[in-house]
C-alpha cells in the first residue's frame, strides 16, 4: 500500500481479484478479493416465491449473510439489510413481479472493509447471473486516522486506530452515493474529503468489473 | 461520438452502459433493440453484463452467459408435466412460475378425445404467452392445427439441463456439433430453448455419448469437435456397433 | 372520496400535495414534527424518558447492573442497547423474535453510541478487573408513526442525562459491594448526539422526519447522525435513491441545526424536573 506525502492520503486500493461462475448449482456466483478480505456471493433468480411474500409490482430481493465463524446475529442481520437495499436500487425489479432473487453472501475470510467487500461480491454475482440491471455498484472503504491521515481500503490492522472508517456505495451512471455506513466521528469538511477518496476508490472497482468481463466474455 | 455505420464492432458492455456512443448517429429513431437492451426515455443503455451485436442494420442485442431461462413469447420449450389440473396441465419449463398447456392445444384433441398425457412425462411446446404479468401458456399445435414436432417426447430418450448460451449455439444455421454427429451416429434430438435438451439414439450407450459430447462442446473450437468425435468413435460408440446382449 | 384515492394510489395523493410543497399531514417538505419529551417517569429504573415524535412514541428505560468487565478492557464498564417494536405498536409486527427492523435499529444504536464517545466507560468502573457497571437501555416503542430511529436515539440520550446510580463502596473483608442508599451520581455525558432520518419520495424529493405512510411509499432512507458540536457520526444510507453531494450536504445542514434543537430540549427538560 502506497501513500502520496504530499497531500498525506492514500489512493491506492489492495489488490483485487474476482472468480466468476464459480459454484454450479446457483444462477450466478463471484468471488471478490480485496488485499486478503474475501467474499462469495451466490445469486438465485429470478424464481419462485412463497405467495405471502410476492410483491405485485416488483420482485422481492432477499439477502442471507453467513458470517465464517459462529451464527447470524445483529449484526450480520445489519449487514443484510445495506446490502439488500443496495442490491434492489439497481436491480430493475419492475420486470420480474411475483418472483424473488435470492442473495447469499457467504463471509471467506475478514481482513478490513468487509462491508465494501461484500457489495462488490454480491454486484458481480448478480452481473453472471444475467439479471437485467439499471446499473452497476462499487463500493469502497475509506479511513481516516490520527492526524488527519486519509487511507484508502484500509486493513482490520488500521482500522483499529481509525478515528473514522466510511463505507459507501456509488452506482456507475450517476456517481452517486447509493449507501453509507459510517463508524467513528469526523467533521464535515473531512466527511467531504473521505468521500471524495471512496469516489475514486470506486471508479477502480467499475474498471476492474470491465476488466474481469471482458476477460470472461472473450472465451469464445 | 458516433460511430459510422460500417465500423460497428462487437464489443463488451456492462449494466447501465450508454449505448448513443457506439450506434451511428443516422440510425437513432429507428432501432429495434433485443434482449438486454432497454430503452428509458431519451437514453438507451444495456442490462446485462455480455458482447453488444448488431445484425443489419438496425437490430442490436447483447449476447450474455445465463443460466435461468425467462419465458419468452414464440420460444419452443422442453416442459416436464407436473399436474392434471381441470382442463389444463401444469407444465415445469424452469422459469419462475409453471406454465399452463391446455387439453385441446395438441393435434386431433378435442373435449371427448383428450391426449395421453401424464404427469411426469416430458413435452415440447411453444410459448404463446410469455409475459411478466400473466402465467406462460404453451401449445403444441400451430396456428394451423397441425403439431409440427410438438407433443409428447418418448419416454426413452435422456432430457438433460444446459446453459442458454449452448442452446443458442446448436440452434445457429451453420452449427457443426450437430453435422458431425450426425456423421456418424443417427440420433434424435429436441432443443429447448429453456437450456433443456432431450436426446434419443439407438442405445443407452450411445444417447449417453451424445449428451456427454453435448454438454462439452460449448467452448470448443471445430478441431477439438472433431478430435473428440473420433475418440468416440475409436472408443465404439457408433451405428455400426453391435448390440450388447 | 379522498380515502378510497389515498388507497387506491398512494403515490399519486402524495404527489398532488407535494405540487403544492406541503404533506398531508400540514408539514412542509422539511419541518419536523413537534417533539414532546418526559424523564424521570419509570420510578424502578435508574434513569428514563419518554419521547413523543408527532406520534410515534419510544420509552427508554436504563437499568444498571453488576458484572465482570471483559479481559480486553478491565477498567471498562459498558452499555447494551436493545430496541424493542412489540406487536402492540403496529399492525406490522406479529408477536415472536425480533423483527429485523428492531435488529437493524438496535445495530445502528450500538454503533452510534460506539462511534459518539458519549461517556467516559471509565467512570462506569468499580473496581478494575473485578466489577463495573453495565446500563442496560431498552428502547421500546408503543406507537409506529416512522422515524423510529431519531426518536430511539432522543429517548436515549435524554435517559442516559436522567441515570443517577447509587454509590458503591466494596468492603474491604468480604469483597462485596454495598449500595449507598442516600449517595448517588449521575454520568459524566461528554458528547451528546441527534439523529435525523430524511426520505426520498419518487426518486427526487427529500421529505424530513418521515411519518409511517412516507416510509412505505419512500424509494430511499438516509439518517444523518451528529453530534453537538457539529460533527458527523454517522451518515446512515441503506441502498435506496442515489443522492449527490448537494443533497447530502443539505441534509448534513439540516441535521446540525436539529442537533442544537434536541440538545437544548434535553437541557430545558431536565432543567425543569430539578426544580
Known amino acids: 500500500m502506497t501513500s502520496n506525502p504530499e497531500n498525506n492520503s492514500s489512493v491506492e486500493i489492495r489488490p483485487i481479484g474476482s472468480l466468476q461462475s464459480c459454484i454450479s448449482k446457483p444462477d450466478g456466483s463471484a468471488v471478490f478479493t480485496q488485499g486478503d478480505t474475501s467474499v462469495m456471493a451466490a445469486v438465485y433468480g429470478p424464481g419462485d416465491v412463497k405467495p405471502n411474500k410476492a410483491l405485485m409490482d416488483k420482485a422481492t430481493v432477499t439477502v442471507t449473510y453467513k458470517p465464517k465463524i459462529g451464527i447470524s446475529g445483529v449484526r450480520e442481520k445489519a449487514l443484510e439489510r445495506m446490502i439488500r437495499n443496495t442490491c434492489e436500487t439497481v436491480l430493475l425489479t419492475t420486470l420480474f413481479p411475483r418472483s424473488s432473487v435470492d442473495i447469499i453472501v457467504q463471509e471467506i475470510q475478514d481482513a478490513g472493509a468487509l462491508l465494501a467487500c461484500s457489495i462488490n461480491a454480491a454486484c458481480l454475482a448478480m452481473i453472471n447471473a444475467g439479471i437485467p440491471m439499471k446499473c452497476t455498484v462499487a463500493a469502497s472503504c475509506c479511513m481516516m ?30 456517481h452517486s452515493l447509493i449507501a453509507s ?11 467531504h474529503k473521505l468521500m471524495s477518496v471512496c469516489q475514486k476508490a470506486c471508479d477502480k472497482v467499475f474498471e476492474f468489473y470491465r476488466e474481469a468481463m471482458e476477460r470472461t466474455l472473450s472465451k469464445p | 461520438m458516433a460511430a459510422s455505420m460500417d465500423d460497428f464492432e462487437p464489443r463488451v458492455v456492462l449494466p447501465g452502459d450508454s449505448l448513443m456512443g457506439h450506434i451511428p448517429g443516422e440510425l437513432h429513431g429507428k432501432m429495434t ?24 442494420p438496425h437490430t442490436f442485442w447483447i449476447d450474455c452467459h445465463q443460466k435461468r431461462y425467462v419465458p419468452a413469447k414464440g420460444d419452443k420449450v422442453l416442459g416436464v408435466v407436473t399436474q392434471k389440473a381441470g382442463d389444463v396441465f401444469r407444465v415445469d419449463i424452469g422459469g419462475q412460475s409453471q406454465a399452463i398447456l391446455s387439453y385441446l392445444a395438441f393435434e386431433g384433441a378435442t373435449k371427448r378425445n383428450r391426449p395421453n398425457v401424464q404427469v411426469g412425462d416430458v413435452v415440447y411446446a411453444k410459448l404463446l404467452v410469455a409475459n411478466r404479468d400473466m402465467e406462460p401458456e404453451l401449445v403444441c399445435i400451430d ?27 446448436l440452434l445457429l444455421k451453420d452449427c ?23 436426446v434419443r439414439a439407438k442405445s443407452i450407450h450411445t444417447t449417453i455419448a451424445v449428451v456427454t459430447a453435448l454438454t462439452n462442446c460449448e467452448f470448443m473450437s471445430e478441431d477439438d469437435m472433431k478430435k473428440m468425435l473420433r475418440k468416440l468413435v475409436a472408443a465404439g460408440f457408433h451405428d455400426s456397433r453391435p448390440k450388447p446382449n | 372520496m379522498a380515502a378510497e384515492f389515498k388507497t387506491a394510489q398512494p403515490v399519486e395523493y402524495y404527489k398532488q400535495f407535494l405540487k403544492e410543497e406541503v404533506r398531508p ?32 412514541t419510544v420509552v427508554c428505560g436504563i437499568k444498571g447492573e453488576f458484572a465482570s468487565p471483559t479481559v480486553e478492557e478491565p477498567k471498562k464498564g459498558y452499555l447494551v442497547p436493545n430496541v424493542d417494536l412489540p406487536p402492540l405498536c403496529s399492525a406490522q409486527f406479529k408477536p415472536g423474535p425480533p423483527s429485523i427492523q428492531a435488529q437493524v435499529t438496535s445495530q445502528l444504536v450500538a454503533d452510534t453510541l460506539l462511534s459518539s464517545n458519549l461517556l467516559n466507560y471509565e467512570d462506569l468502573c468499580i473496581k478494575e478487573g473485578n466489577m463495573v457497571w453495565v446500563l442496560y437501555c431498552d428502547m421500546m416503542c408503543l406507537d409506529y408513526d416512522g422515524n423510529i430511529i431519531d426518536a430511539c436515539l432522543i429517548a436515549l440520550l435524554a435517559a442516559l442525562r436522567n441515570v443517577r446510580l447509587p454509590v458503591v463502596t466494596i468492603d474491604e473483608d468480604t469483597g462485596l459491594a454495598e449500595l449507598s442508599s442516600t449517595e448517588d451520581r449521575s454520568l459524566n455525558i461528554v458528547n451528546q448526539f441527534a439523529a435525523t432520518t430524511f426520505s426520498v419520495f419518487d426518486d427526487s424529493i427529500l421529505l424530513v422526519d418521515p411519518t409511517v405512510e412516507e416510509e412505505d411509499l419512500a424509494t430511499g432512507l438516509m439518517t444523518v447522525i451528529v453530534t453537538q458540536d457539529g460533527r458527523l457520526c454517522n451518515i446512515h444510507k441503506p441502498g435506496g435513491t442515489p443522492l449527490s453531494t448537494d443533497q447530502i450536504q443539505d441534509c448534513i445542514g439540516r441535521a446540525q441545526t436539529r442537533a442544537k434543537e434536541i440538545c437544548s430540549l434535553i437541557d430545558d427538560t431536565l432543567d425543569s424536573i430539578e426544580r
Open chain 1, 181 to 191: 455506513s459510517m463508524q467513528g466521528s469526523c467533521s464535515v469538511e473531512q466527511y
Open chain 1, 145 to 174: 486516522g490520527k492526524d488527519e491521515e486519509l487511507i484508502m481500503d484500509p486493513t482490520k490492522e488500521q482500522t483499529k486506530d481509525a478515528e473514522c472508517v466510511l463505507t459507501s456505495a456509488i452506482d456507475s451512471s450517476a
Open chain 2, 143 to 169: 396456428s394451423s392445427g397441425r403439431s409440427q414436432g410438438l407433443g409428447v417426447v418418448g419416454s426413452d430418450g435422456f432430457m438433460f439441463r444446459c446453459t442458454l448460451g449452448l442452446v443458442r449455439r
Open chain 3, 25 to 56: 399531514d400540514g408539514r412542509e417538505l422539511g419541518e419536523i414534527r413537534s417533539t414532546i419529551l418526559n424523564v424521570g417517569s419509570i420510578s424502578t429504573a435508574h434513569g428514563s424518558a419518554l419521547v413523543k415524535l408527532g406520534n410515534t
Open chain 2, 33 to 56: 433493440l433485443g434482449p438486454g437492451l432497454r430503452q428509458d426515455e431519451t437514453k438507451i443503455f444495456s442490462t446485462k453484463a455480455g458482447i453488444l451485436k448488431r445484425k443489419n
Open chain 2, 176 to 198: 457443426p456439433m450437430l453435422k458431425f454427429l450426425g456423421e456418424k451416429i443417427s440420433y434424435e434430438i429436441a432443443i429447448g430453448m429453456n437450456g433443456r435438451i432431450w
